[in-house]
């Protein structure tokens, strides 16, 4: 493959002066992230899921479009563990879709179609 067969994308983090917070930048945008030891802005496990969760979103969405398949609503929520003796990686993580607007049976099609992703 080609260099320009590939979609880069690129996030900078930054040491902010304090232990445990990072400052961070995705192309114009800038944001905090705590580890839990501090735990005001958002923690860098919760940052992870929502790029999951939104992932799912946002590819379910058009995978519906392209498929057919009217989606009013949609919410994807996401729980991740970890083991307090190991904090540093995940042990489970559950994802649930809830659509409104179509069929059971279509809704089973276009999340399979990000899973099968």
């Known amino acids: 493959m080609d260099e320009q067969d590939y979609v880069v994308t ?12 990072s400052l961070n930048t995705a192309r114009d945008q800038h944001f905090v992230i705590d580890s839990p030891t501090i735990g005001e802005a958002l923690g860098s496990g919760e940052a992870f ?3 999951v969760s939104s992932c799912g979103v946002t590819l379910v969405e058009g995978a519906a479009k392209t498929m057919g398949v ?4 949609m919410e994807v929520s996401i729980e991740g563990r970890r083991e307090r003796a190991n904090p540093t990686s995940f042990a489970r993580i559950d994802l649930h879709f809830t659509l409104v607007g ?13 899973k099968d992703g």
Not at 10 to 21: D, F, K, P, Q
Not at 70 to 73: D, G, L, T, V
């Open 10 to 21: 690129a996030v900078r983090s930054y040491s902010s002066g304090i232990v445990g917070r």
């Open 49 to 51: 899921l929502a790029g």
């Open 70 to 73: 009217p989606i009013q609503r």
């Open 102 to 114: 179509p069929s059971q049976e279509e809704a089973e099609s276009v999340v399979q179609r990000y």
